[in-house]
């Protein structure tokens, strides 16, 4: 593949939501890891949160499954994408369009909600953030 198409060619991912931006770190098809019939981006969100605190990118003050979040999965048996995410990012279209624009996920991708994606307003009614 070149590079052109490279630049062009869908990402597998793992975002959150902080202070109102998406913060995405992304991996090409070519780096996924299989899981079952999916494929996934290579690197967890704990090992890339502690990463971004390193690196100042996130508050040190804040758990990686405090904020809202989510990643991005390839299904092989269907050929689709789907984001999986808290409702805190699915119901807002501006973050969604954000999300495909960044990965550049086709329109059809899918969005779904998964029990590991909750934070904790979500969770406990809280918001730890403001």
Not at 19 to 35: Q, R, V, W
Request: some cysteine; hydrophobic content about 30%.
């Amino acid at each position: 593949m070149t590079k052109k198409n490279l630049d062009r060619a869908p990402q597998l991912g793992i975002f959150w939501l902080i202070n109102g931006k998406l913060i995405i770190d992304s991996s090409p098809l070519t780096e996924a890891e299989p899981y079952g019939n999916h494929l996934g981006h290579p690197r967890s969100h704990i090992e890339v949160w502690e990463k971004y605190q390193r690196g100042g990118k996130v508050p040190l003050e804040m758990e990686y499954e405090q904020a809202p979040r989510g990643r991005v999965m390839f299904d092989r048996t269907s050929d689709t994408f789907t984001i999986l995410a808290d409702k805190c990012i699915l119901r807002r279209k501006d973050l969604i369009a954000g999300i495909k624009s960044e990965l550049k996920l086709p329109k059809s991708t899918r969005l779904s909600t998964d029990s590991h994606y909750r934070c904790f307003t979500c969770l406990y009614g809280t918001d730890d953030e403001e």
